[in-house]
C-alpha cells in the first residue's frame, strides 16, 4: 500500500527526493557522526574482552540465584588475592572473569564454583586466553580485512567498469565500519570474536545496498548520456529514488531476523555469540543502507563530476533546457530504466 | 510452452522468450532429490546422520588453540609442518583414547583440538607437548602385539650380575660427549644434546621422567568403557593400567661402548619390553618428544603399534638433518626401478655421526643394523643398513608407494625442526549452555522468520507466499547441504554457524525483494506481468548475483584466515548465499513466471502483489481480460511531451501522466490512463 505507492511515485519522478542535491547536508551529518564515532573509539573506547585480553572466565549456568559473593568467595578460596569479576548475565547465569590462571587454578576454580552454586562440575564453563592470542587474532581480523578491501575493490571496478563507483562504494564501506564501531563503543558491548565477526559481515551487507543503488544509478547515467535528457546528477538522485524502497525493504528484512537475534541474545543469552554478532551486524545494516543513499551515491556524484564527458552532458543538458524550457522533472521516466520511451505497442 | 495466451507484445523488437520454466523446477527437484538421496543413502550404509554434527559450544566439550613454534631459535612453521604437527597432535589425541575428537588447522597458523565431552588435565597436557625426532640405534625388536618370546634382558650378560657393574668412569669409552666431569656428579650431566651422545650409563637423569609419571597414562581406551562416567582428575593420580613406552631406571651394568652395546639392555629395560603392549592404542600416543632423554635408550612402538623395538641412546638429532624428499628409486644403473625412495641430507656434525652409525651397525646382525627414526617418541621408520654411508647424504628404500614415501619424507622433515606448542586458549564448555544456547538460538530464527514473513505478506501480499515457500525450499536445501557436509566433511554447527543461518533467511529474502521490485518497474513501464517477470529477471539477475558474489567473497576470506568461532559463521554464511542463488533461479523465478500465467497473478488481481492499478501502470486488468495491451506510462508520456512540445510548454501534470477517467471501453482500445490516486 503505502509503501508500493511512495515506490511508484518515486519511480516515476512524480515524487522526489533530492538525495543529490542536499549532499551538502548528508555529508555534513554524516561528517559528523563519523568524528563522534572515532572520539567514541577513543573515549570510552572499545570494551575488548578477554579473547583480546587474556584471562580466564567462568560461566556458571543457573548459578545466578546464589547470588554473586558466592563466586568472588569461591575464586579467592583457591586464588587468594585476586578480585574476580562477577557479573549476572540472561536468564540467571553468573559469569566470573579473572586474570588469566594456571591451568591447575582452572580446574580447581571451575570445581570450586561447581560446589559453591551446588551445580555439576559439566555445569561450569571455563575459558582460559593466553595473552598473546589477542594479538593474534587482532592481526588476523585486520588482516581479513585488508583482504577482504583489495578484492571487493577489484571487483567492484571490473563489475562497474569505473573506479569511482568502486571508490565511492568503499569510502562509504569505511564510513560504515567507523561508524559502527563507534556505535558499539558507546553501547559498551564487549569486543570478541564474534564482534570481528559481525563487523566483517557489515562489510559485505553494506556493499549490497550499494551495489543496488549503483546498479541502478549505471542504467540512468547511461541512458542519460544516450538520450542527453538529464544531468549526471539528476539520473543518479532518480536511481536513489528508484530504489530507496527496495532498499527499505532489503533493510527491513535483512535486520528482522538480526533484531531477533539481537533481542534474545541479548535478554535470554547475556553475552556470548548471538548478542556480540548480531548487535554489530544490527547497527551495521542500518548505517550501511543510509550510507548508500546518503553517502555512496553522492560520493559518484563528486567523484565523477569533473570528468569531460559528464561535463559534457551536463553542460548539453543545460542548453537544451534553456532552447526549449520544460517542466523539469515531467517525464524522468522516459530512458529511465533503458526500457521505456521507443517502440509501439504494434 | 502453453500458447493459449493472449500473444504478447515484444517491445523494442526482442522477442520474449519463453524459458522452460517447469523445467527449471525439474532441475531443482533433481538437485534437492540426489541431495536428500546422498544423505539417505550414506545413512544406510555409511555413517551419515539426518541431524548436523554439533560444535562444542552447543555439545559441550573442551577446545584447546595451540600454536606450534620452533623450539629453539627463530624460523617460521611452514604450512607442511603445521600439518605433520596436526597429524602428530592427532595421533596423540587418538591415542589417548578419546572418540569423536577433531584436530584441525585454522587460520593458517593453528591448531585447534576439539574434544566433545571432559577431558582430564594429563590428556590436556599430553596434547600440547613439545615434539623431536632424533635417530637411534635398534638393539631389540619385537611384535607389537603380543608378549614378546623372551626377556631381551636375560640375553644380557651383565644385565644378570649388577655386581659387576664397574664404578670406574675410567672404563668409560671415549665418548663425542666429554664424560670427564660425569662421573664425580651425575647432576652436572650436560644438556646440550650432542650426536652420538652414549652418555655414561651412571648418569642417569632421575629428574628425567618416568613412565609412571609420564601423562602418556591416562586411562587405556578400556578404561572409559568400564566406567561410563568421564574420567575425572583424581584419575590422573592414579598410575597407569596399562605400561606404556618408558625409559630404564636402573644403569647398565657395564658401560656399553657404543650406542649398539647390549649393556644397554638392562634389568629395566627388560621390564619395559616385556610389558610394553604395542596394540593398546594408549601406548600410541607419543608425546614424550620433548621429555624423553636422548642418553638413555628408549623402549617404544613403531608408529603403527605393530613392531616394539629397544633403541639405543639417540645418536643424531632432528636438528642435524637438513632435508627429506621422496623420489623415484633407481638401481645402480640409474634405472628407475618403479619404486619410490626417501633421500635423507644431515649437516656436517649430522653426517659424520650418521657415517659413524652406519660404520657400526652395518656389521651387526639383524635387527642390531637397523636404526630408527623417532618422532613425538614413536618409530617411524627403521630400516637396515647394508654398508658404511658417507657424505651426509641417504637414502631409505623398501616398498614405498609415491604416496607412503611421500608422507615418510614428511615426517622426517617436520621432525627435523623441534615444535613446542603454545597454548592459545583452552575452554571448558557446559553442555548445558550449550543446549541453553542452541534452544534460544532456534527461537531467535523462528522469530526471525515470523517477522520476515509476516512484512513479506503486508508487503507483496499473495506474492509474501511465495516468498514463504522459496524461503522453506532454501531451508531445506540448507538442511540438506549441512546434513551432507556434516557427513563428508565433518562440518559441525557452531552458535555462530546458527547465526549464519538466521542471518541468511534476512538475505535470501533481500534477492526476492530485488527480483520482485525489479518485477514491478518492469509493470510500471507497462509490461503485462508475464513479460515484466522475464524482464525484470534478467535485470534483477545481475545486481542479485553481484551483491551475493561480495558476500560470498566476505565468507571465504573469513573463513580463509578464520579466528575462533569465525569459521562456523563464515561456513554457513557461504553455503546460505550459494543456496540463496539457486532459490531465486531455480525456484522463486520460474514460480512467479509460471504464477504470472494465472489469472489471479496475471490479471493483476488487488491482492496479487502485481496489481498493476496500484503498482501505476496503465496496463490495467481489462487489457488481460480482452487481450489487449495499452499503452505504457512511458508511451504516453511520450505523447504528452510531443503534445506539450506543440502546444508551446502547456504541459499538464508533470508527474505520472494525466489523470483521465479511468474507464476502458468494452473492447476498445482506447488509450486511457488510469491516475494514481
Known amino acids: ?346 | 510452452m502453453s500458447n493459449d495466451r493472449p500473444p504478447q507484445r515484444a517491445r523494442r523488437g526482442a522477442p520474449v522468450r519463453r524459458p522452460h520454466h517447469g523445467r527449471t523446477l525439474g532441475v531443482l527437484l533433481l538437485v534437492a532429490a540426489l541431495l536428500f538421496g546422498a544423505v539417505g543413502a550414506g545413512s544406510i550404509w555409511s555413517d551419515a546422520r539426518w541431524a548436523p554434527g554439533l560444535a562444542l559450544d552447543l555439545e559441550g566439550g573442551t577446545q584447546v588453540l595451540l600454536t606450534p613454534r620452533p623450539t629453539a631459535g627463530g624460523g617460521e612453521v611452514t604450512e607442511d609442518q603445521l600439518q605433520q604437527a596436526r597429524n602428530i597432535i592427532e595421533q596423540r589425541v587418538n591415542g589417548t583414547g578419546i572418540n569423536e575428537s577433531e584436530v584441525s588447522i585454522q587460520g593458517g597458523e593453528n591448531i585447534v583440538v576439539s574434544i566433545p565431552g571432559e577431558a582430564t588435565r594429563a590428556q590436556l597436557d599430553l596434547i600440547s607437548q613439545s615434539s623431536q625426532l632424533s635417530m637411534r640405534v635398534v638393539l631389540v625388536a619385537a611384535e607389537g602385539a603380543p608378549a614378546p618370546a623372551g626377556d631381551p634382558a636375560a640375553e644380557d650378560p651383565a644385565a644378570g650380575d649388577p655386581a659387576a657393574e664397574p664404578a670406574d668412569p675410567a672404563a668409560e669409552p671415549a665418548e663425542p660427549t666429554d664424560p670427564a666431569a660425569e662421573p664425580a656428579d651425575p647432576a652436572a650431566q650436560p644438556t646440550d644434546e650432542a650426536e652420538g651422545a652414549a652418555a655414561p650409563a651412571a648418569l642417569r637423569r632421575d629428574t628425567a621422567p618416568e613412565p609412571a609419571a609420564e601423562p602418556t597414562g591416562a586411562p587405556a581406551p578400556a578404561a572409559p568403557e568400564a566406567s561410563p562416567a568421564p574420567p575425572t582428575l583424581a584419575d590422573v593420580a592414579t598410575p597407569r593400567p596399562t605400561p606404556g613406552p618408558g625409559q630404564p631406571t636402573d644403569s647398565p651394568a657395564t658401560p656399553p661402548a657404543d650406542a649398539s652395546d647390549q649393556a644397554w639392555l638392562t634389568e629395566d629395560v627388560g621390564r619395559l619390553f616385556t610389558e610394553l603392549d604395542c596394540s593398546d592404542p594408549a601406548n600410541l600416543a607419543g608425546g614424550t618428544g620433548g621429555a624423553e632423554d636422548p642418553a638413555l635408550p628408549l623402549v617404544t612402538c613403531s608408529q603403527d603399534g605393530s613392531v616394539k623395538y629397544v633403541l639405543g641412546p639417540a645418536e643424531i638429532q632432528g636438528t642435524q638433518l637438513t632435508g627429506s624428499s621422496a623420489r623415484q628409486a633407481v638401481n645402480q644403473q640409474g634405472q628407475p626401478t618403479g619404486g619410490w625412495a626417501v633421500d635423507l641430507q644431515f649437516n656436517s656434525e649430522g653426517g659424520d655421526a650418521f657415517e659413524a652409525l652406519t660404520a657400526r651397525i652395518s656389521q651387526l646382525e639383524p635387527p642390531r643394523d637397523q636404526f630408527a627414526a623417532v618422532l613425538d617418541g614413536l618409530v617411524v621408520t627403521a630400516p637396515s643398513v647394508s654398508g658404511t654411508i658417507p657424505g651426509g647424504r641417504a637414502e631409505i628404500t623398501g616398498n614405498f608407494t609415491q604416496e607412503s614415501a611421500d608422507a615418510l619424507a614428511q615426517q622426517l622433515r617436520f621432525g627435523a625442526l623441534p615444535l613446542s606448542f603454545d597454548v592459545q586458549s583452552e575452554e571448558q564448555l557446559s553442555a548445558t549452555l550449550g543446549s541453553e544456547q542452541l534452544r534460544n538460538g532456534i527461537i531467535a530464527g523462528l522469530v526471525g522468520l515470523a517477522l520476515v514473513v509476516a512484512y513479506f505478506l503486508i508487503q507483496y501480499r499473495a506474492l509474501g507466499l511465495v516468498t514463504v515457500t522459496a524461503l522453506v525450499v532454501a531451508a531445506l536445501l540448507n538442511w540438506g547441504v549441512i546434513l551432507l557436509l556434516s557427513w563428508l566433511q565433518g562440518f559441525r554447527l557452531s552458535l555462530a554457524g546458527v547465526a549464519g543461518l538466521i542471518i541468511a533467511i534476512g538475505t535470501t529474502a533481500d534477492s526476492f525483494i530485488i527480483f520482485f521490485e525489479r518485477v514491478r518497474d518492469e509493470i510500471r513501464e507497462g509490461r503485462v506481468l508475464a513479460s515484466a517477470v522475464e524482464a525484470g529477471w534478467r535485470r534483477a539477475r545481475r545486481t542479485i548475483l553481484i551483491s551475493n558474489a561480495v558476500t560470498f567473497i566476505s565468507a571465504v576470506v573469513l573463513y580463509v584466515l578464520a579466528v575462533g568461532n569465525v569459521r562456523g559463521f563464515a561456513y554457513t554464511l557461504g553455503i546460505t548465499t550459494v543456496i540463496d542463488l539457486v532459490v531465486v533461479a531455480l525456484f522463486t523465478h520460474p514460480v512467479v513466471a509460471l504464477l504470472a500465467r494465472t489469472r489471479f497473478f496475471g490479471g493483476g488481481h488487488k491482492w496479487s502483489g502485481f496489481d498493476p492499478e496500484h503498482l501505476g501502470s496503465v496496463v490495467a486488468r481489462s487489457a488481460w481480460r480482452h487481450g489487449q495491451v495499452r499503452k505504457t506510462v512511458a508511451q504516453l508520456r511520450a505523447e504528452e511531451r510531443e503534445k506539450a512540445r506543440a502546444g508551446a510548454g502547456g504541459g499538464g501534470d508533470p508527474g505520472g501522466g494525466s489523470a483521465d477517467d479511468g474507464t476502458a471501453g468494452p473492447d476498445g482500445p482506447a488509450a486511457s490512463e488510469r491516475g494514481n490516486a
Not at chain 1, 32 to 53: H, Q, R
Not at chain 1, 67 to 87: K, M, R, Y
Not at chain 1, 92 to 103: A, I, K, N, P
Not at chain 1, 272 to 288: P, W
Open chain 1, 1 to 346: 500500500m503505502g509503501m508500493a505507492q511512495l515506490g511508484n511515485q518515486l519511480y516515476t519522478g512524480e515524487r522526489s527526493f533530492d538525495f543529490v542535491g542536499r549532499r551538502k547536508r548528508s555529508y555534513l551529518i554524516s561528517g559528523a557522526v563519523f568524528l563522534l564515532s572515532l572520539v567514541l573509539l577513543v573515549v570510552p573506547g572499545l570494551t575488548f574482552g578477554i579473547e583480546f585480553e587474556g584471562g580466564s572466565e567462568f560461566r556458571v549456568s543457573g548459578g545466578a540465584a546464589a547470588g554473586e559473593l558466592v563466586a568472588e568467595d569461591a575464586v579467592q578460596e583457591v586464588v587468594p588475592g585476586t578480585a574476580p569479576q562477577v557479573t549476572t548475565v540472561g536468564q540467571g547465569d553468573v559469569r566470573v572473569q579473572t586474570v588469566e590462571l594456571d591451568t591447575a587454578q582452572l580446574d580447581e576454580v571451575r570445581a570450586s564454583l561447581a560446589e559453591a552454586y551446588d551445580v555439576p562440575v559439566s555445569d561450569v564453563t571455563s575459558t582460559s586466553i593466553g595473552p598473546s592470542w589477542g594479538a593474534n587474532v587482532t592481526r588476523q581480523a585486520l588482516t581479513a580485512l585488508v583482504v577482504f578491501f583489495a578484492i571487493v575493490t577489484l571487483v567492484m571496478a571490473v563489475y562497474f567498469r569505473a573506479l569511482a563507483m568502486a571508490g565511492a562504494a568503499m569510502l562509504a564501506l569505511v564510513h560504515d565500519l567507523v561508524i559502527s564501531a563507534g556505535i558499539y563503543a558507546l553501547v559498551g558491548f564487549e569486543v570478541t570474536p564474534a564482534t570481528v565477526i559481525g563487523f566483517l559481515t557489515i562489510l559485505g551487507y553494506s556493499l549490497y545496498d550499494t551495489v543496488v543503488v549503483f546498479d541502478k544509478a549505471r542504467e540512468n547515467t547511461d541512458a542519460a548520456f544516450r538520450d542527453r535528457d538529464r544531468t549526471f546528477a539528476e539520473a543518479a538522485n532518480l536511481a536513489i529514488n528508484q530504489t530507496v524502497v527496495r532498499s527499505i525493504n532489503t533493510t527491513v528484512v535483512a535486520i528482522l531476523p538480526v533484531a531477533a537475534i539481537l533481542f534474545i541474545g541479548d535478554f535470554l543469552l547475556g553475552a556470548g555469540t548471538l548478542r556480540d554478532i548480531s548487535l554489530a551486524l544490527f547497527v551495521g545494516t542500518i548505517v550501511g543502507a543510509a550510507s548508500s543513499v546518503f553517502i555512496a551515491t553522492p560520493l559518484l556524484v563528486d567523484l565523477r563530476r569533473r570528468e569531460r564527458g559528464v561535463r559534457a552532458l551536463d553542460a548539453a543538458v543545460a542548453e537544451r533546457r534553456a532552447a526549449a524550457p520544460e517542466p523539469v522533472g515531467a517525464g524522468p521516466a522516459g530512458g529511465a530504466a533503458g526500457t521505456g520511451g521507443a517502440g509501439g505497442p504494434a
